[in-house]
């Protein structure tokens, strides 16, 4: 067990410039989530999967943003035309069906559009 | 919707000392889950300690304990003798499983130990 890796862990960007991060769950771990922290906040749910399904989606999450699980591994969020005010923490958590209560973390990536 | 409100931006506390972090919510499920998580300086989140709504016994874990007070929706934490290493953001959270199975998170509590 070697716990949810999140890369890259930091990302400056240009305004309009398109990123990509990638989630790699815990290996046995059926639904991923992705949250967003800005500073000074608690994080705030964006979307999670079931396998390779997009269960749910926040009304935070723009036409800009898109997320992907293609093997029900690991997932992708893309932040098309990024904007400043997407500087945050994004982060990815994953669980068990066999643990439904505790989502494990993974360390986040900050990324910084300038 | 789920709320969940932490009115204290930031606590310190001596090292040995107890100190206790309030968390207060608001959910018309009557099923659901509350959590305190840590998150230390530049390191990532992880559960502390978790309560299950439908059972009335306080749960504790080691140092950390919880006062879950149903009916008046509150969900405090207490760390009992406290170490340089509890110094972190505290998070309180809400998970209604059945229905969205995503963690709503009140705005964080910063605790600091000194020694």
């Known amino acids: 067990d070697t716990g949810v890796s999140q890369n890259p862990r930091h990302k400056i960007t240009k305004r309009g410039q398109n990123v990509t991060f990638r989630c790699d769950p815990i290996?046995?771990?059926?639904?991923l989530y992705w949250y967003r922290q800005t500073l000074g906040q608690g994080p705030e749910f964006l979307t999670y999967?079931?396998?390779?399904?997009?269960?749910?989606k926040s009304r935070l999450l723009s036409d800009r943003f898109s997320a992907e699980r293609p093997k029900g591994s690991f997932s992708t969020l893309e932040i098309q035309r990024t904007e400043q005010g997407d500087s945050a923490m994004y982060l990815c958590?994953?669980?068990?069906?066999?643990?439904?209560?505790?989502?494990?973390f993974g360390p986040g990536t900050r990324l910084t559009v300038t | 919707a789920q709320t969940v409100t932490q009115s204290q931006p930031e606590m310190s506390v001596q090292e040995a000392e107890t100190v206790t972090l309030s968390c207060t919510y608001d959910?018309?499920?009557?099923?659901?889950?509350l959590f305190w998580y840590k998150q230390p300086p530049s390191r990532q989140m992880i559960l502390v300690i978790r309560?299950?709504?439908?059972?009335?016994q306080n749960a504790t874990e080691n140092r950390f304990s919880v006062n879950f007070q149903k009916a008046a929706k509150s969900f405090s934490l207490k760390i009992s003798d406290s170490q340089l290493g509890d110094t972190a953001m505290y998070f309180c959270?809400?998970?209604?499983?059945?229905?969205?199975?995503?963690?709503?998170f009140g705005t964080g509590t910063r605790l600091q130990v000194f020694p």
């Open positions: 958590a994953s669980r068990s069906y066999r643990a439904p209560y505790e989502q494990y």
């Open positions: 290996s046995e771990h059926n639904r």
């Open positions: 999967f079931q396998n390779e399904a997009q269960l749910e």
């Open positions: 959910t018309s499920e009557s099923n659901y889950y």
């Open positions: 309560q299950e709504a439908y059972k009335q």
């Open positions: 959270a809400c998970l209604d499983l059945w229905n969205t199975d995503k963690l709503i």
